[in-house]
């Protein structure tokens, strides 16, 4: 016997299992909309501010700096380019030379005569907070102006690139940070930048594919920073990174032994000398040259430092290092 598949009677019985979700308040529904509306804002606001730059190495991103053309990126996006092109919002293309960069800090400048694109808002890096919405714009995969958004996951990290470079007090982010976003903007809500998206979290448990969810970006405060000083004198010439004046290379046996000292350094000046090994820094175990600069990368110059060596002999000592600046030229 088949049954009617409608039903006339105005009462519904319930089904055991099915679980009826109950009505969205209309106050949550209202803050939904009102966070849709100003993520809307957010990147209509921002997008302008954002271009994509080509080289004849690969695709990343960039951020106006400035009303004359300036636009600033990771050094890793323009290192070793013979051709520049910046390609903005507006989808004109422009070549772009480059001003300066500064490896340390993986941050560049490039200048683009005629660009006529909004400069976008600094906000300071400093008042960041865990759990801060975080928005994402640039050019992954050279899909132009594309948007993640996450949270603010972390501050003050130090984090180090695949060629060695260590770079200190990063935000790390949950906003989605692929190939090409480099370079790009990581905004707040009001549409201000809080940092460079620069790179992802690698899982080797994933072959080294990228970790979901965990990237870094470069404080705003330090692009402001260093993006000033390139502009004006083409170089850095106020790193605020410390420097312990060695060349060195990771030990065999674990630890980084020193090839070279620069004459007046402050590895010099404390008596440091070439095949003396580092096995830790204020009590802080030294196993590579990478644990080395890790290291260094979060402290400051005109600081004082304990350093644990063993000697060509076999001897061992503790020697207090002065640490100094950077050089940045």
């Known amino acids: 016997m088949l049954s009617a598949c409608s039903s006339t009677s105005t009462s519904k019985t319930p ?47 960039g951020v106006v700096f400035d009303t004359s053309g300036d636009v600033v990126t990771n050094n890793h996006v323009v290192e070793g380019a013979q051709m520049l092109q910046v390609t903005g919002y507006d989808g004109k293309k422009h070549d772009a030379t480059l001003v300066g960069s500064f490896a ?39 899909l132009q102006s594309s948007v993640t958004e996450g949270i603010v996951s972390g501050t003050g990290r130090t984090v180090s690139e695949q060629n060695g470079v260590a770079l200190p007090d990063v935000v790390q982010t949950s906003a989605a940070i692929n190939p090409g976003n480099s370079g790009g903007a990581l905004v707040d809500l009001n549409g201000s930048l809080i940092g460079i998206p620069t790179l992802a979290a690698v899982d080797q448990q994933l072959g080294g594919g990228a970790a979901p969810g965990i990237g870094f ?34 030990s065999f046996g674990g630890g980084v032994v020193i090839s070279d000292v620069v004459v007046g350094g402050p590895a010099a000046q404390a008596g440091l000398t070439a095949g003396d090994e580092i096995t830790s820094v204020n009590g802080q175990a030294v196993q590579s040259l990478d644990d080395l600069d890790t290291v260094l990368a979060s402290l400051s ?5 304990v350093v644990a060596v063993t000697h060509p002999d076999g001897s061992t000592a503790t020697v207090s290092v002065m640490l100094g600046q950077l050089p940045g030229g």
């Open 217 to 250: 970006a470069i404080p705003s405060d330090t692009v402001k920073d260093i993006a000033s000083q390139l502009v004006q004198y083409g170089k850095v010439v106020n790193t605020h990174r410390a420097y312990l004046g060695i060349q060195a290379a990771t």
């Open 301 to 305: 110059p005109g600081q004082k430092i």
């Open 104 to 142: 340390q800090d993986d941050l560049a400048v490039v200048h683009v005569g005629g660009l006529g694109l909004p400069a976008i808002a600094f906000a300071d890096s400093g008042k960041l907070q865990v759990g801060d919405i975080a928005i994402a714009i640039g050019n992954p995969l050279g």
């Open 15 to 61: 089904v055991a299992g099915i679980v009826t979700a109950p009505p969205i308040p209309n106050s949550v529904a209202g803050s939904a909309s009102a966070l849709q509306n100003d993520f809307r804002a957010v990147v209509t606001r921002v997008r302008p501010s954002v271009v994509l730059i080509e080289t004849d190495l690969g695709l990343g991103s």
